[in-house]
């Protein structure tokens, strides 16, 4: 390829609305353009990243033994009704009505239309296992799209969908999709962990997320230097700190806090460690009638310790708040507490709560925690001798740094990723709402196991970026860049010897099948290499009137520090070693 007949558009300054690295970068290299919010044209140079991203999927893919169909982006409202998630979905799923006003809707995923065809097309155990996949543009409608194609509303994806006949077998194509999605992530030249996961909406019983490692990360990733042990900060496991409960060592007093609404503030103002006091949480869920009218509301009150917070997935897990919860308004926390929001505790309440303790602070002694009236706490509190046992002993924090590892091997560590691949087990999730069967040896219908496994096409182009870049620009790995090797000639307008050896080493690496550009645009040196440099391409090679005098190119991979002279004669095997070729 040479830069006259591509496209190249580059600026000096990232639009003000680029809030992080790759979206700034991504505009300023013109990989895209912002048509709305959430919504981007890709321009050339982004689309080859693009298709990279996708020759590695379909590959890998089909070598797991997955096939290949297309679903379409439109689809009718009565499969997402028949599933239950036409009203479940939330603003998020996009609703349209057509000219004789059916409902149809612009999908953020493809469970239903998949499941369809399964339960029309897969009729008996012979067929089984089968695995469908496609690569599809999505919309999701989020209320604030931000941070380009990391959280648009329109994006691509890669969903496959597996069938199986039990559990058994499908936990087989699980295990063959995470092999697949580790390779596919590994020829991408991207830092990388896999870690268990909450199943989230989709639902499921088993899940694993692929995450990008960046500093910019949105996700915690919770693993263990000593062993294999790794998770999503939402599922990861918070062991007791304490193994038992000391004995009391302090009367229960009532002491001033005056205007020491946090644990914070409660713990510098009485020179006490942070870990000695508790805080209070307050929840609600509501029980309603057929017509959607609260008849109940109970109150929650959940501990845990000062220096720890709420893990909000973990609460929703816990008996009595496994079909919703939310944040007490500051009337019923008034109403049951008798007190403001910054002073509650668990004792002497003015109307009774359901109370859920944190496994670290049932185990804790001579607590602090608020004493229901403003301005003041209460210190030295036991279970058992003050109050009663908590009702509910439950992991409903997030874990720190330093947290022991659940699997007993160490302790934990905390880093950032950006996600890019999920895998979910979802059993008969769908199979059983929609009935979705075949038929065993003994000619029983039965209902299909399934598993999807998602990965964003476009979202890994931001992550990657996120993950390699540097001051200049991008630094893109080999397998995604949008070119692998650019050819630098200064003077290629100008010098008869820089344009022929130019030309001859961009067609010796296109013959060698070396995804080549030839930059014969003549521009000066120096705004050339920072166009190539702010674009990402790995490898660069200088052509000069003067280094051909005297032998030699130059040599410049993307990171490294300084340019390495090369022989004429010895600039294509060299770069080939460079290429792994």
Not at 280 to 307: F, I
Request: glycine content about 8%; hydrophobic content about 40%; overall charge negative.
């Amino acid at each position: 390829m040479k830069a006259s007949q591509f496209f190249i558009s580059t600026l000096k300054e990232a639009p003000a609305d680029a809030e992080v690295v790759s979206h700034q970068l991504m505009m300023r290299a013109g990989f895209i353009k912002r048509l709305g919010a959430g919504i981007y044209s890709y321009m050339p140079m982004g689309l080859r990243v693009i298709r990279k991203v996708e020759a590695i999927i379909r590959e890998e893919m089909n070598r797991a033994g997955a096939v290949e169909l297309l679903m379409p982006v439109v689809q009718p409202a009565e499969l997402w009704q028949e599933s239950g998630r036409f009203q479940a979905y939330g603003p998020e799923l996009m609703r349209v009505k057509d000219r004789h006003d059916r409902d149809f809707v612009i999908q953020p995923t493809s469970e239903e239309v998949i499941t369809d065809i399964a339960r029309q097309e897969l009729r008996s155990y012979r067929q089984l296992p089968k695995n469908f996949y496609h690569i599809q543009t999505k919309f999701r409608d989020e209320r604030r799209p931000r941070f380009g194609v990391m959280r648009g509303r329109e994006f691509t994806m890669k969903d496959a969908y597996s069938f199986d006949r039990d559990p058994q077998a499908a936990d087989k194509s699980y295990e063959a999709m995470y092999a697949a999605y580790v390779r596919i992530f590994e020829r991408m030249g991207l830092t990388f962990r896999a870690v268990a996961a909450d199943t989230g909406a989709i639902g499921g019983d088993r899940s694993h997320e692929f995450q990008v490692i960046a500093d910019t990360g949105e996700d915690a990733i919770v693993y263990c230097k000593d062993s294999d042990y790794a998770a999503n900060i939402e599922l990861a496991e918070a062991l007791p700190l304490l193994q038992q409960r000391a004995a009391p060592a302090q009367a229960m007093t009532k002491t001033p806090t005056p205007g020491k609404a946090t644990c914070e503030d409660v713990a510098a103002l009485l020179g006490v460690p942070l870990a000695s006091t508790v805080k209070s949480l307050v929840l609600a869920t509501d029980e309603k009638n057929e017509a959607g009218d609260v008849v109940k509301t109970t109150v929650w009150l959940l501990l845990v310790r000062g220096d720890h917070g709420l893990n909000e997935i973990k609460a929703g897990k816990v008996a009595g708040l496994k079909d919703g919860y939310r944040f007490a308004t500051v009337s019923e926390i008034e109403d049951h507490f008798g007190c403001k929001p910054g002073y509650l505790g668990p004792i002497a309440t003015k109307k009774p709560v359901r109370v859920v303790a944190d496994r670290t602070v049932a185990n804790m002694s001579d607590f602090i925690c608020g004493a229901n009236e403003a301005d003041y706490h209460l210190t030295g509190v036991n279970w058992g001798r003050d109050l009663p046992e908590p009702e509910l002993i439950a992991d409903i924090r997030n874990v720190v740094e330093g947290d022991p590892s659940p699997d007993g091997k160490g302790t934990l560590a905390i880093q950032r990723g950006i996600e890019v691949g999920h895998v979910f087990f979802l059993g008969t999730k769908y199979s059983k709402a929609m009935n979705a069967t075949y038929l065993d040896e003994t000619g029983k219908p039965q209902l299909l196991e399934m598993g999807c496994y998602g990965i964003g096409v476009t979202r890994i182009v931001g992550a990657a970026i996120e993950q390699n870049h540097d001051a200049r620009g991008i630094v893109w790995p080999d397998a995604l860049a949008p070119f692998t090797v650019v050819i630098c000639p200064i003077g290629y307008d100008r010098s008869a010897d820089v344009k022929q050896a130019a030309d001859r080493l961009h067609d010796e690496l296109l013959a060698r099948g070396v995804d080549v550009m030839l930059d014969d645009r003549g521009e000066r040196p120096g705004a050339m290499f920072a166009d190539w440099e702010l674009v990402g391409v790995p490898h660069r090679v200088v052509i000069s009137d003067r280094g051909l005098k005297e032998g030699q190119l130059e040599y410049q991979g993307r990171r490294d520090a300084q340019a390495t002279a090369v022989p004429v004669a010895d600039v294509l095997p060299f770069v080939a070693k460079r290429l792994g070729m």
